[in-house]
């Protein structure tokens, strides 16, 4: 993984990290079209918003689908459930931009993760989704929040972790757009 660069061997994404203001994260999504969808999920503080530069996406936001094209956008609310899949032949390129930045660990501890093989599971979400402020679209945040609450001390006892230190900073320092 180079600075400013990850990749997710699991999902087949690549994330380029792009210039951004300090309470933004942007980020170059580039997908095939056999990619792995994310899971229906929200950001409970962080307005997502896609911009696509290349390719055919579809997005399920708020339970509408949309396709988007070339120079489309779309922005997900905070807590507004959405996804997201290349629904083209080609390779799909987009920036997306989350207001106010998310913790940088998400993404260096989902494909730092991946890199060594290991797909997200219920225990990892458990360690994770408190400092991640994102969750499945269900059940309710308030009863996901409950069950990881119950869950986070034996996913500790068995050495998960809401980061790890062999992936901090492995996102690096933003690259200018291509």
């Known amino acids: 993984m180079a600075g400013g660069v990850l990749t997710n061997p699991i999902t087949k994404e690549r994330f380029v990290r792009l210039p951004a203001p300090p309470d933004r994260l942007r980020i170059e999504v580039q997908a ?49 459930p959405h996804t997201w899949w290349n629904s083209g032949d080609g390779l799909l390129r987009f920036v997306t931009e989350f207001r106010p930045a998310l913790r940088m660990q998400s993404y260096e501890t989902l494909c730092g993760l991946a890199a060594e093989g290991r797909k997200p599971e219920l225990m990892q979400i458990a360690a994770s989704a408190p400092l991640w402020d994102t969750y499945l679209a269900s059940p309710p945040v308030v009863v996901q929040r409950a069950l990881f609450a119950l869950i986070r001390p034996f996913a500790w006892a068995r050495g998960y972790r809401a980061r790890y230190a062999r992936f901090d900073g492995t996102f690096g320092e933003p690259l200018e757009p291509a």
């Open 32 to 80: 095939p079209p056999d990619m792995v969808r994310p899971p229906l999920h929200l950001h409970r503080h962080s307005a997502e918003s896609f911009q696509i530069r290349d390719g055919r996406a579809t997005l399920l936001i708020g339970g509408v689908e949309r396709v988007l094209r070339q120079a489309d956008s779309l922005e997900a609310a905070p807590g507004t």
